[in-house]
């Protein structure tokens, strides 16, 4: 039982001996200021009114009665109005870190899985071009996101849903035949909505060179098969250098090739929650909370591109998941009202509410104080590959993660690429190797350190007391983030952690130290080493063990 199950079970019991009914559940949780003691609890407050006694009087019944042996508790005070501050015993406190190096790389992983299936679709780029920085953010978002869901027991399938249709790809296949016919001696047309990158260029070249029968890029739909085919490839070389992978990619074209928007489009008119209007098809979106009904087959016989997107995530459920997650763009947050009504009309017993959005802004890229707009290849847009040849993958990663997905990220790529303890990742990075160094420093076989018969109640300073707190959080932490689908609470707490250990190093000794206190900061040591691995393996960040 961990100290904060016991001091629950200890607070429980004496709830009940003051007069509580048996089902009292108290709620811990940290005090704002450390100097408070170790928990808090407000159960006092919430007694009162039952018990028919001031809050601040139950709280002095509660320490009264409290077993302070049995909750590991040093000691218990009441503050304010009935808030009960806990210091626990420095000995129960520490020895928690036993989990810890038992568990190893499971620490912060549930014990066992759910049983339920979840996909999480993320990045879902058009064919069109090399990734940017905002389809990157939406990479480590939604890999993030997917780890967090597998350590908390989901079964997770991460799938890339390419909108490999319609207008764009129509306008990429042109741009690619303008080039063509460039080679050929002919004026270079771009079309209007086309694509002017030097990739263009370079897909030309390759279709020619496999095409040489046309080489003017007549064949205008083997020219498309082409273009969307080698883009597929250059994401998928994008993907690869930011280390992301995914288990399924699903094709936007074979909805339509396999009939399924024309049958989503007939099961919602079969539905009831359609309407024609001037030679349109309407969805009464507006029964579903949407602010007005939305056109669904436009006059001219073609689907807006909602219709599609309802009819892709039919077959989600019809695949079996209990649970679908989008990581997209704040762009796309006049979608989710619509794809949404779209489900619920068709009544096929999915979850309302779904899928769930998660939006995220998108990515400024400075460099020496200026904006950065253009690459090289892509020509308008910063790709994420421009991002990791100059900084690293871990520095980008990091980054796209260290702020909430709805705000807004500027990225600096000086602070990103300093080695100093200015840029976040490399300082947590560095508590890592330090705590490797106290091992390989003093020739200590870190496998055999185990927790057995060490002196827990050694490790009694204050900067050894905020470090074993803040290991021992990290379960509840990741399971709150996993909640919450906010992975920057991981890069915080990496952050903050790191600071714990980096004060910890510098002021206390580990080797050449009494045998009790060495063999107990070993023990920390690891438990640290171990806890910042795991949280930096959740954000698909190395944990270098020399820097």
Not at 152 to 171: H, K, L, M, P, S
Not at 381 to 397: F, P, Q, S
Not at 492 to 508: I, P, Q
């Amino acid at each position: 039982m961990s100290a904060v199950d016991r001091l629950r079970a200890a607070l429980v019991h004496a709830a009940v001996a003051v007069g509580a009914p048996a089902d009292v559940a108290p709620a811990l949780e940290r005090p704002r200021d450390p100097s408070h003691g170790d928990w808090a609890t407000n159960v006092a407050m919430t007694l009162a009114k039952p018990l028919g006694r001031k809050p601040r009087e139950v709280a002095d019944a509660l320490v009264a009665a409290l077993d302070l042996a049995a909750a590991g508790v040093a000691e218990a005070s009441v503050a304010g109005p009935g808030f009960i501050n806990f210091r626990l015993d420095t000995g129960d406190l520490a020895a928690g870190l036993a989990r810890i190096l038992e568990a190893g790389e499971g620490w912060g992983r549930a014990d066992a899985p759910l049983g339920r299936t979840v996909v999480v679709e993320f990045v879902s780029a058009n064919p069109t071009g090399p990734l940017h920085v905002g389809h990157g953010r939406q990479a480590a978002l939604g890999d993030a996101i997917s780890a967090l869901l597998t350590a908390q027991g989901w079964d997770v399938t991460r799938e890339f849903y390419y909108n490999d249709a319609g207008v764009q790809i129509a306008n990429l296949a042109r741009s690619v035949q303008a080039r063509l016919r460039e080679r050929a001696g002919l004026p270079l047309e771009i079309p209007e909505g086309g694509y002017h990158g030097a990739y263009i260029a370079e897909i030309a070249e390759r279709y020619a060179a496999e095409h040489s029968a046309d080489a003017r890029g007549d064949d205008l739909e083997q020219v498309r098969t082409v273009a969307v085919r080698e883009l597929r490839k250059e994401q998928d070389l994008d993907l690869r250098a930011f280390g992301v992978r995914f288990d399924v990619y699903y094709l936007e074209s074979s909805l339509y090739t396999d009939g399924r928007v024309e049958r989503t489009v007939a099961d919602l008119v079969a539905a009831g929650y359609t309407f024609e209007d001037d030679g349109a098809l309407y969805l009464r979106t507006t029964a579903f909370g949407d602010d007005k009904d939305r056109v669904m087959r436009k006059r001219d016989g073609t689907f807006t591109y909602f219709v599609p997107d309802v009819a892709y995530h039919v077959t989600k459920f019809a695949r079996g998941f209990s649970r679908a997650i989008n990581v997209q763009g704040a762009d796309h947050h006049g979608t989710t009202a619509r794809v949404r009504a779209g489900l619920q009309a068709l009544g096929v017993g999915i979850p309302v509410g779904s899928p769930e959005y998660v939006l995220h802004q998108m990515v400024t890229v400075v460099r020496g104080g200026d904006e950065v707009k253009i690459s090289k290849r892509a020509g308008s847009y910063v790709t994420v590959r421009d991002l990791i040849d100059e900084v690293g993958r871990d520095a980008v990663r990091y980054f796209f993660l260290m702020r909430k997905g709805d705000s807004q990220l500027v990225f600096d790529v000086d602070l990103a690429r300093a080695q100093s303890e200015e840029n976040p990742v490399y300082y947590i990075q560095m508590a890592h190797a330090r705590l490797c160094g106290i091992f390989r420093v003093g020739e200590v076989d870190a496998s055999r350190v185990t927790g057995d018969g060490v002196s827990w109640a050694v490790l009694d300073t204050p900067e050894e007391r905020a470090l074993v707190k803040a290991l021992l959080d990290w379960p509840a932490l990741v399971a709150g983030a996993a909640d919450a689908l906010e992975p920057h609470r991981v890069a915080n707490w990496l952050l903050e952690t790191a600071r714990l250990v980096h004060t910890w190093y510098h002021k206390h000794h580990v080797l050449g130290e009494a045998p009790a206190v060495m063999d107990a900061r070993l023990a920390l040591a690891k438990a640290a080493r171990i806890t910042l691995a795991n949280g930096l393996a959740l954000l698909g960040i190395s944990a270098p063990e020399r820097m």
